[in-house]
């Protein structure tokens, strides 16, 4: 063992500061990690028990809490309270057991204790109010409602018809963060309300969100909204023509040229329902037939009317026998046909096409046989049907210089402006963060190249010199003299101090 430690305290001594470093900063982050990570996998994960909650209803739920011994925390500055993920489920139904939330709204459990001497205004209001929170719990099941109230106006029923009136709703809602409900959703909303409350129909339900928003004037329900249902079978239309002046103007740009050829289409659509209910007749069979027939005889002498000659009576059947013998005889037939009867219960589509108009205007002058050769082929593209009253028009006439630029192609000459491009609004923030990425790396790419520069040994270099000689100034032979004595006394004293110091106190005495 104190091999080992001898060797790694070696190892340790032989690495550089930066290493070092490196090494203590890299194990204290693993043990932090590891401490962390301890702690998140034996830590107590806790679960929302009520979010948007009051004050006053916040203060009942913890003190119902503390008396039940559930641990909580307190979020969201107080309006959600969240309790072991465990005890979620039990400690919500301890909650509604005690009443603590009475007030967030009672459905039909209003009902489920009957009250002595309850009015009928008190029932009616009890209705009402079960009736919209019922309502408010189906529409917050939506993942981007977050809360919702609903209001309804019943009107009291009368027992006149003309007197009565339609019930109306409305309905307020709260989105979750970066959510939207689409058309159809609200649609949902306004058809689910318009279901559930008697006498309501779906143009008198009303839905807002808490910026102020009208959502259910976006969508057309019922009969209210007849200019949203107009604007859309106007745009119907439109794009109706668009698609076959776009299939036309294809073909006549292939053989013709870009920019050689304007097609126009008019449409004529029918948007009326329209139901049909026809009975037809056949000629029928013989299911059954029936015959009966009556006979009978007299015997007797001559009869006839007293007083009156003897007249033989003129009846079909009756036979005349000599001295007064009679017989008669009736046959009857019944016949039973089945008819065939044939029901046909028709509903039209709306949208259906009643007439189409086209227009077809070439650049240059065309001969009749271009004409007819242009009709046919345009007619066989779009399903030109004259029986119906469909029309196609075409015209040769020269064009302008600057007309079918808007047809020209990419790599053709023109002074038109280029298309501007329209980014998507999220590209903003993806090149923002892209430009702090990049900078972020510029950064630790400086910091790692000034801590690469100083753990680098600093070498100095030698840089050799070459010796110059001396320049001796030019002295005289005393002067020489003299300093060789100053020289020659330095050293003495150098060597000898003790002496110097001596000779030189004698000096001092003999002055």
């Keep these: 063992m104190n091999g080992l430690l001898k060797t790694l305290a070696d190892k340790w001594n032989g690495l550089s500061n930066a290493k070092k470093s490196i090494i203590v900063v890299m194990s204290a982050a ?40 559930v641990p909580y925390k307190l979020e969201n500055q107080g309006t959600t309270i969240s309790v072991p993920k465990e005890k979620v489920y039990e400690a919500r139904i301890e909650l509604a057991g005690a009443g603590v939330l009475t007030q967030t709204g009672l459905g039909f459990e209003l ?82 309300v318009s279901s559930s409350v ?67 289409v008019s449409a004529d ?22 015959t009966s027939t009556e006979q009978s005889t007299n015997t007797g002498g001559a009869g006839g009317v007293v007083g009156a000659p003897n007249v033989t009576p003129q009846v079909p059947g009756y036979v005349a026998g000599g001295q ?19 029901e046909r219960h028709t509903v039209r589509a709306q949208g259906q096409l009643r007439s189409l108009s086209v227009s077809v205007v070439v650049d240059g002058q065309l001969t009749q046989a271009q004409v007819t050769q242009i009709e046919g082929m345009v007619a066989t593209a779009i399903g030109l049907q004259p029986l119906r009253g469909d029309q196609i028009n075409v015209t040769g006439m ?67 010199v070459t010796p110059v000689e001396p320049v001796v100034p030019q002295i005289s032979p005393e002067e020489r003299a003299r300093k060789e004595k100053q020289q020659h006394l330095k050293d003495i004293v150098r060597q000898k101090p003790e002496e110097a110091a001596q000779l030189i106190k004698v000096w001092l005495a003999e002055d």
């Design 111 to 192: 009902f489920d204790q009957s009250k002595l001497g309850q009015t009928p205004f008190e029932r009616e209001v009890d209705y009402q109010r079960a009736l919209q929170e019922e309502l408010r719990r189906t529409i917050v099941a939506f993942d981007e409602v977050e809360q919702a109230r609903v209001h309804l106006v019943l009107p009291k029923e009368s027992v006149f018809v003309e007197e009565e009136q339609p019930a109306s709703a409305a309905i307020t809602l709260k989105m979750r963060p970066l959510a939207k409900l689409n058309a159809e959703q609200v649609k949902g909303i306004i058809y689910l």
């Design 324 to 342: 007064g013998n009679s017989s008669y005889q009736k046959q009857d037939t019944t016949t039973n046909y089945n008819v065939d009867q044939t």
């Design 398 to 464: 020269a064009f302008e210089n600057n007309a079918g630029l808007a047809e020209q192609p990419a790599g053709s000459d023109s002074n038109a402006q280029p298309a501007k491009i329209v980014f998507p609004p999220y590209f903003k923030w993806v090149g923002l963060g892209a430009a702090l990425f990049l900078l972020l790396l510029l950064v630790l790419a400086r910091r790692r190249k000034k801590k690469a520069a100083a753990a680098l040994p600093v070498v100095e270099e030698v840089v050799p």
């Design 198 to 264: 008697q006498n309501l129909p779906p143009e008198n339900v009303k839905v807002i969100d808490t910026t102020g928003r009208v959502l259910s004037d976006e969508v057309s329900v019922g009969e209210a909204n007849l200019t949203q249902i107009r604007l859309d079978q106007y745009e119907l239309k439109r794009q109706y023509e668009k698609d076959l002046e776009k299939r036309v103007q294809g073909m006549l740009s292939t053989v013709f040229g870009p920019g050689k050829s304007i097609v126009m």
């Design 269 to 290: 659509l029918d948007f009326d329902r329209v139901e049909e209910k026809t009975l037809d007749y056949g000629d029928g069979s013989i299911v059954g037939q029936q």
């Design 30 to 69: 693993v043990i932090l990690a590891g401490i962390f990570f301890v702690q998140w996998l034996t830590r107590e994960e806790y679960a929302p028990l009520f979010s948007d909650l009051e004050p006053k209803q916040a203060n009942a739920v913890v003190e119902k809490l503390k008396e039940l011994k």
